[in-house]
Antibody, heavy 120, light 107 residues
């Protein structure tokens, strides 16, 4: 069955960096664009970024543009999120996801999330 | 970027009630909208795609309508397991955006 498992979260000081990973299985990883979505404690969902199936196209929400970088390694079925210049308001649960809302059989796969806490 | 304005932020309802949640887009998004349900500590789950199509496995008491800039999620008869937070998500542009969420609470 499909699994998406995030790792790399933890506590980090403001201004520092962190890299999240998302190991996927159960689907043909290299066929799909993939996403990161976050949720600050007690707040709503925030779409962050997408990377195309081959890594050639990437798009970002304004809140993370220039600080976060999405990437993927199709040989390892792994998605990444490099987070630089972290701020206190980046504290959130970060989800990786395979969101396919179009076509005849749209589907959604989400990880369980990894918590990033930015605090001095 | 496209902004999604969702209302109300919260509502109180009883089992059996009809519940309606609205999302308004800052520009025409045709029918490129999904509705999600999220329960505490869990990842979101899609209920509706294409503004009005029911995701496989989702109960028929959930329905979506609208196109362009105005969209509605309706729960025809609220069940105990439906108390949760609901979000709309536009996916017409390269940069997607969620609505702010609507928390459906017990009256």
């Amino acid at each position: 069955q499909v699994q998406m498992v995030e790792s790399g979260g933890g506590v980090v000081q403001p201004g520092r960096s962190l890299r999240l990973s998302c190991a996927a299985s159960g689907f043909i990883f290299s066929n799909y664009g993939l996403y990161w979505v976050r949720q600050a404690p007690g707040k709503g969902l925030e779409w962050l970024t997408v990377i195309s199936y081959d890594g050639s196209n990437k798009y970002y929400a304004d809140s993370v543009k220039g600080r976060f970088t999405i990437s993927r390694d199709n040989s390892k079925d792994t998605l990444y999120l490099q987070m630089n210049s972290l701020r206190v308001d980046d504290t959130a649960v970060y989800y990786c996801a395979n969101l396919q809302p179009h076509g005849d059989s749209p589907f959604d796969y989400w990880g369980r999330g990894t918590l990033v806490t930015v605090s001095s | 970027d496209i902004q999604m304005t969702q209302s109300p932020p919260s509502l109180s309802a009883s089992v059996g009630d009809r519940v309606t949640i609205t999302c308004r887009a800052s520009q025409d998004i045709r029918n490129d909208l999904s509705w999600y349900q999220q329960k505490p500590g869990k990842a979101p789950k899609r209920l509706i795609y294409g503004a009005s199509s029911l995701q496989s496995g989702v109960p028929s008491r959930f329905s979506g309508s609208g196109s362009g800039t105005e969209f509605t999620l309706t729960i025809s008869s609220l069940q105990p397991e439906d108390f949760a937070t609901y979000y709309c998500l536009q996916h017409i542009s390269y940069v997607w955006t969620f609505g702010q969420g609507t928390k459906v609470e017990v009256k």
